[in-house]
């Protein structure tokens, strides 16, 4: 803060070192990046040998609470190869936070001691910034993806159907039937059977997942057996495993309806079938008529449930029965729809179990096989059963004894649920292009508020700096990521993730004196309004500072032609933003009368906007920070320039008062506000034009150190003499520096109704 107080610790940065264990590797990707549940970086990173920028120094609240993340970070793929690297360069994190500037440093020589490569498993190395205020750090979590990488020497089976693509691509979903093919053959954490040994089935059961579009989202986390996973998975797609008694080979089976009846093994008495007695133990009153089946989002890691009712059933009994059912690795509403319906068909009142008793001609049909038998005299002429467990007897007793059902296990392809009608439609989950966003060069206040003040006051005269303030678009649209560009350069450079800034509509026209003023529109103030009074408010290229705001009624009071603006007249509907706490800037350093390009890129929960998609901003950069303040409080004549014109005198006498950026700081000193004493160094230039926007100038008046006198001798040297009036443009001027972004204003020097007819009193 200015002002020349004193500073007291009331807690500290907390920034370190610390290696992640992810699991085991190569990954595909890693995704996301979430601190207690908030998302700290949101992007694409694989290679070992990209630096990536977490800048989210104000995540828990900035330094008034819990502080934020801010740091480097590299993804450690575990590759057979990895040699883990050394120290990167220094790299610009951002303008704001304690960790501006960083280097992610070697790991083997902060860990220290006797350190392998980390082969074989995924690991995160991070440093920098993890809290403020509190020595306790927030539980990370990541979300990766893993369908073709990784697999046993790197070579993945049948790569072309290994992912399967949920939700229009934003999930990656692993087919099952590559889930269980690694299970089977992975040699250091599966079965590690030889590929040799798994049938053709598979083919066709990978083939079958990507038309049905089942995929999986699942982590195993070697708290169970493989076996147990293994039934885990089949659990959740419906198939089963078992070895095929002719040619020896581990071979898949779908529970689908996926044969034609005519052609299945067909067992009666004299050829094949000894025996078949229906078990009786499935009783209706045990029918569940409701499935609840619950899975997992994987992008937001939120349950998901799904339901399938048997409305017959609940009518058949006096009260309704529910079965819940976690299938964690369900990734869409759809899926967990689709498995209920699926599920309570296996279960509804329709089924019939039977124990089935077959001579050695069942000695193919294995578990999941379906097949036929007929058996006139118990009314049986062909049912279509499902085996389950088979006992194939033994040397004494040749008799096959299978456990089978009736056959509904096949999954829908949709489901057919009369939904409770809701007029609420949730808000679309898609990254939407901004449609209110500019850029600003940044001043003197910015930089000192966001570095320090020897850092503020040493910025080269040339130097500028660009700030990117972006509305957000939809309430699902959480961040954007700011890519930037000098004019002229052919690539784009990513410059962070930023907030959106708080913003609102001006709800009435406003002169350049106007203290009060209603918005509408307001975006994001819930964020802001604990602290906005003494913050600034933009609006087009004027400062201002806030005294008050009423949320009631939507009324900023504020104090006009702050820092180096002058205040000006404003439409409705002009955009207003609160830029203090939220800004994109690139932290690249510009050159005045540069011009910089820029896109926003606004981020949702799922996806991110293309580049193409988002409209490209610029602005020519004029070195800002090192310029002067404007003078203050012009008069002419003891009259504001926004007051009503004076009757004139042929000599005007243009007063104003001074201003100091480097005394006044981070204080946001009104333009109608006393005086305080300039910049060592600084003059006023003067110049009188024939209109408002007009060019060349008439004349210039250069060194000038206090108020200043248009005599008639002047006037009769620049040709003034015989108009009413000109315009005049006051500006500061220190080690050949203007002050920036001056405004003119209207000098009468003569009047009488030939001269004054058509003036526009009552403002500049």
Same mark, same amino acid.
Request: hydrophobic share 35%; net charge negative.
């Given at each position: 803060?200015?002002?020349?107080?004193?500073?007291?610790?009331?807690?500290?940065?907390?920034?370190?070192?610390?290696?992640?264990?992810?699991?085991?590797?190569?990954?595909?990707?890693?995704?996301?990046?979430?601190?207690?549940?908030?998302?700290?970086?949101?992007?694409?990173?694989?290679?070992?040998?990209?630096?990536?920028?977490?800048?989210?120094?104000?995540?828990?609240?900035?330094?008034?609470?819990?502080?934020?993340?801010?740091?480097?970070?590299?993804?450690?793929?575990?590759?057979?190869?990895?040699?883990?690297?050394?120290?990167?360069?220094?790299?610009?994190?951002?303008?704001?936070?304690?960790?501006?500037?960083?280097?992610?440093?070697?790991?083997?020589?902060?860990?220290?001691?006797?350190?392998?490569?980390?082969?074989?498993?995924?690991?995160?190395?991070?440093?920098?910034?993890?809290?403020?205020?509190?020595?306790?750090?927030?539980?990370?979590?990541?979300?990766?993806?893993?369908?073709?990488?990784?697999?046993?020497?790197?070579?993945?089976?049948?790569?072309?159907?290994?992912?399967?693509?949920?939700?229009?691509?934003?999930?990656?979903?692993?087919?099952?039937?590559?889930?269980?093919?690694?299970?089977?053959?992975?040699?250091?954490?599966?079965?590690?059977?030889?590929?040799?040994?798994?049938?053709?089935?598979?083919?066709?059961?990978?083939?079958?997942?990507?038309?049905?579009?089942?995929?999986?989202?699942?982590?195993?986390?070697?708290?169970?057996?493989?076996?147990?996973?293994?039934?885990?998975?089949?659990?959740?797609?419906?198939?089963?495993?078992?070895?095929?008694?002719?040619?020896?080979?581990?071979?898949?089976?779908?529970?689908?309806?996926?044969?034609?009846?005519?052609?299945?093994?067909?067992?009666?008495?004299?050829?094949?079938?000894?025996?078949?007695?229906?078990?009786?133990?499935?009783?209706?009153?045990?029918?569940?008529?409701?499935?609840?089946?619950?899975?997992?989002?994987?992008?937001?890691?939120?349950?998901?449930?799904?339901?399938?009712?048997?409305?017959?059933?609940?009518?058949?009994?006096?009260?309704?029965?529910?079965?819940?059912?976690?299938?964690?690795?369900?990734?869409?509403?759809?899926?967990?729809?689709?498995?209920?319906?699926?599920?309570?068909?296996?279960?509804?009142?329709?089924?019939?179990?039977?124990?089935?008793?077959?001579?050695?001609?069942?000695?193919?049909?294995?578990?999941?096989?379906?097949?036929?038998?007929?058996?006139?005299?118990?009314?049986?002429?062909?049912?279509?059963?499902?085996?389950?467990?088979?006992?194939?007897?033994?040397?004494?007793?040749?008799?096959?004894?299978?456990?089978?059902?009736?056959?509904?296990?096949?999954?829908?392809?949709?489901?057919?649920?009369?939904?409770?009608?809701?007029?609420?439609?949730?808000?679309?989950?898609?990254?939407?292009?901004?449609?209110?966003?500019?850029?600003?060069?940044?001043?003197?206040?910015?930089?000192?508020?966001?570095?320090?003040?020897?850092?503020?006051?040493?910025?080269?005269?040339?130097?500028?700096?660009?700030?990117?303030?972006?509305?957000?678009?939809?309430?699902?649209?959480?961040?954007?990521?700011?890519?930037?560009?000098?004019?002229?350069?052919?690539?784009?450079?990513?410059?962070?993730?930023?907030?959106?800034?708080?913003?609102?509509?001006?709800?009435?026209?406003?002169?350049?004196?106007?203290?009060?003023?209603?918005?509408?529109?307001?975006?994001?103030?819930?964020?802001?309004?604990?602290?906005?009074?003494?913050?600034?408010?933009?609006?087009?290229?004027?400062?201002? =500072? !806030?005294?008050? $705001? &009423?949320?009631? *009624?939507? #009324?900023?009071?504020?104090?006009?032609?702050?820092?180096? %603006?002058?205040?000006?007249?404003?439409?409705?509907?002009?955009?207003?933003?609160?830029?203090?706490?939220?800004?994109?800037?690139?932290?690249?350093?510009?050159?005045?009368?540069?011009?910089?390009?820029?896109?926003?890129?606004?981020?949702?929960?799922?996806?991110?906007?293309?580049?193409?998609?988002?409209?490209?901003?610029?602005?020519?950069?004029?070195?800002?920070?090192?310029?002067?303040?404007?003078?203050?409080?012009?008069?002419?004549?003891?009259?504001?320039?926004?007051?009503?014109?004076?009757?004139?005198?042929?000599?005007?006498?243009?007063?104003?008062?001074?201003?100091?950026?480097?005394?006044?700081?981070?204080?946001?000193?009104?333009?109608?506000?006393?005086?305080?004493?300039?910049?060592?160094?600084?003059?006023? =230039? !003067?110049?009188? $034009? &024939?209109?408002? *926007?007009? #060019?060349?100038?008439?004349?210039?008046?250069?060194?000038? %150190?206090?108020?200043?006198?248009?005599?008639?001798?002047?006037?009769?040297?620049?040709?003034?003499?015989?108009?009413?009036?000109?315009?005049?443009?006051?500006?500061?001027?220190?080690?050949?520096?203007?002050?920036?972004?001056?405004?003119?204003?209207?000098?009468?020097?003569?009047?009488?109704?030939?001269?004054?007819?058509?003036?526009?009193?009552?403002?500049?």
């Amino acid at each position: 803060m200015g002002g020349g107080k004193g500073s007291q610790t009331i807690g500290y940065h907390y920034l370190f070192s610390i290696l992640f264990g992810i699991g085991r590797g190569p990954i595909n990707e890693l995704r996301m990046i979430k601190a207690a549940d908030k998302v700290v970086w949101d992007g694409y990173a694989c290679k070992i040998t990209d630096v990536n920028i977490i800048n989210k120094p104000d995540l828990f609240g900035g330094e008034k609470k819990e502080g934020g993340i801010q740091g480097l970070f590299r993804l450690l793929q575990g590759a057979k190869d990895q040699v883990l690297p050394g120290a990167s360069g220094s790299v610009l994190l951002g303008l704001s936070g304690p960790n501006k500037v960083a280097t992610l440093p070697n790991i083997k020589t902060m860990i220290g001691g006797n350190m392998g490569e980390l082969r074989g498993r995924v690991c995160l190395w991070y440093d920098g910034l993890m809290s403020s205020m509190n020595p306790y750090i927030k539980q990370w979590s990541f979300r990766v993806r893993r369908t073709w990488a990784g697999w046993d020497d790197d070579d993945c089976w049948y790569q072309a159907r290994a992912t399967i693509y949920l939700k229009d691509g934003t999930i990656h979903a692993m087919n099952p039937a590559h889930i269980l093919y690694e299970c089977c053959t992975n040699r250091s954490w599966g079965r590690g059977l030889a590929r040799t040994k798994l049938g053709p089935s598979w083919v066709y059961a990978a083939d079958k997942f990507c038309e049905e579009g089942l995929g999986l989202c699942l982590v195993w986390y070697r708290r169970e057996g493989i076996q147990d996973f293994i039934q885990l998975v089949c659990d959740h797609a419906g198939c089963v495993i078992y070895q095929d008694r002719e040619t020896g080979l581990i071979e898949i089976k779908l529970l689908r309806a996926d044969y034609v009846t005519a052609d299945l093994p067909h067992f009666q008495k004299g050829s094949g079938l000894i025996s078949i007695k229906e078990d009786d133990s499935g009783s209706s009153d045990a029918i569940a008529d409701e499935i609840i089946v619950s899975g997992v989002d994987p992008i937001t890691n939120q349950k998901i449930e799904g339901r399938a009712h048997n409305l017959a059933v609940r009518h058949s009994r006096d009260g309704s029965a529910s079965v819940a059912k976690k299938y964690e690795g369900l990734p869409t509403l759809d899926l967990c729809n689709r498995v209920a319906a699926r599920d309570l068909n296996v279960g509804s009142g329709g089924i019939r179990k039977f124990d089935v008793i077959l001579d050695r001609a069942g000695f193919k049909l294995h578990p999941g096989a379906v097949f036929r038998i007929s058996d006139p005299a118990r009314g049986i002429m062909n049912l279509v059963l499902r085996a389950g467990e088979i006992d194939d007897g033994n040397m004494l007793d040749g008799r096959i004894r299978i456990k089978a059902v009736s056959d509904v296990f096949g999954l829908p392809d949709t489901t057919w649920i009369t939904p409770v009608e809701n007029t609420w439609t949730p808000p679309s989950a898609d990254a939407v292009a901004a449609t209110d966003e500019r850029l600003f060069e940044l001043g003197y206040r910015d930089i000192y508020l966001r570095t320090t003040k020897d850092q503020a006051d040493s910025v080269p005269a040339a130097d500028s700096y660009m700030g990117s303030l972006v509305g957000r678009p939809s309430v699902t649209n959480t961040q954007y990521r700011l890519i930037s560009r000098a004019e002229g350069e052919s690539g784009w450079a990513n410059s962070g993730t930023f907030y959106f800034t708080a913003n609102a509509t001006l709800g009435v026209d406003i002169s350049a004196t106007a203290t009060t003023f209603t918005v509408t529109d307001v975006e994001d103030f819930e964020e802001a309004n604990s602290d906005l009074v003494g913050d600034s408010l933009l609006i087009g290229e004027e400062r201002m =500072r !806030i005294e008050s $705001y &009423d949320p009631d *009624t939507l #009324t900023f009071t504020v104090t006009r032609g702050v820092l180096d %603006t002058w205040p000006a007249a404003h439409t409705a509907g002009d955009r207003v933003w609160l830029p203090d706490d939220d800004y994109g800037a690139d932290g690249k350093v510009y050159a005045a009368g540069e011009t910089v390009e820029a896109k926003a890129l606004s981020r949702s929960t799922s996806q991110e906007l293309p580049e193409d998609d988002a409209a490209l901003m610029s602005l020519e950069l004029s070195g800002r920070v090192a310029r002067p303040y404007p003078p203050a409080g012009v008069k002419v004549n003891g009259v504001s320039i926004y007051g009503v014109l004076d009757e004139g005198t042929g000599e005007p006498v243009i007063t104003w008062v001074e201003r100091n950026r480097l005394t006044q700081a981070d204080q946001l000193v009104g333009f109608f506000e006393p005086t305080m004493a300039a910049e060592a160094g600084t003059t006023y =230039r !003067i110049r009188f $034009y &024939d209109t408002p *926007t007009s #060019t060349p100038e008439i004349a210039t008046y250069d060194g000038i %150190t206090s108020g200043w006198t248009y005599s008639s001798s002047d006037q009769t040297i620049d040709g003034t003499d015989t108009r009413g009036s000109v315009w005049a443009e006051l500006v500061a001027v220190r080690d050949g520096l203007e002050s920036w972004n001056p405004t003119r204003f209207r000098v009468v020097l003569k009047t009488g109704y030939g001269y004054e007819y058509g003036y526009n009193y009552g403002g500049a």
